[in-house]
């Protein structure tokens, strides 16, 4: 039973262009969202995260847009950079929804110059 | 330290062998998390430790993984009697406070830990 998915194993896009990452969720006492980024060989690093309570926040390049009633949230990056190819993991958690961050399988995406 | 530092980086052990795996949290971070990575998926929670009390192990997938973490600082995983099906990454995360909020938990660089 997969609380957290992200349907899109890989993402491809242009230097300078878009990227919309997708992530699903069912548990719907999670109240809160965080988008990780990860190299190879290292562990992941914190991106940007967002409360149950808005429905937007943007950090530089990186936006944050959740839908709780779709239970759906996306990372837009604008525009895309060659070194923004990384394994990007959605991850939810909530004290009501056992005091962890609960992952997604993971995008890469992969930014051509 | 300024990161979490988790030794060894990488393991093989054979079949049937016990192995330890250390977390070196942030200093003064309360929580320490324990997470599973296998080949291609997204972290799955193992085990939480809120200073030196293991509050939550519902992820540990059998009775031969152990975590503890005796002095609410360092932290060590052991996996007893390795299977195949144990060869992953273990990454650990410390956060400074407990899990209410955005926890912003830090990972460490993960012990890759391969089973022949």
């Known amino acids: 039973d997969q609380q957290v998915k992200q349907n899109s194993p890989s993402l491809s896009v242009q230097e300078g262009r878009i990227s919309i990452l997708n992530c699903d969720y069912t548990n719907s006492m999670f109240d809160y969202f965080l988008w990780y980024k990860k190299y190879p060989a290292e562990g992941p690093t914190f991106l940007i995260s967002i409360s149950s309570i808005k429905d937007k926040n943007e950090d530089g390049r990186f936006t944050v847009f959740l839908n709780k009633s779709a239970k759906h949230l996306s990372l837009h990056i604008v525009p895309s950079q060659p070194g923004d190819s990384a394994v990007y993991f959605c991850?939810?958690?909530?004290?009501?929804?056992?005091?962890?961050?609960?992952f997604g399988g993971g995008t890469r995406l992969m930014v051509k110059p | 330290g300024a990161g979490v530092s988790q030794s060894p980086r990488y393991k093989v052990a054979k079949r049937g062998q016990d192995v330890a795996l250390r977390c070196d949290p942030i200093s003064g971070h309360v929580s320490l998390f324990w997470y599973q990575q296998a080949l291609g998926q997204g972290p799955e929670f193992l085990t939480y430790f809120q200073n030196e009390a293991q509050l939550d192990k519902s992820g540990l997938p059998s009775d031969r993984f152990f975590a503890e973490r005796p002095e609410g600082s360092v932290s060590t995983l052991k996996i007893q009697r390795t299977q195949q099906e144990d060869s992953a990454v273990y990454l650990c995360a410390s956060s400074l406070w407990g899990v209410s909020g955005a926890n912003v938990l830090t990972f460490g660089a993960g012990s890759r830990l391969t089973v022949l």
């Open positions: 991850a939810a958690g909530g004290p009501n929804a056992g005091n962890m961050l609960t």
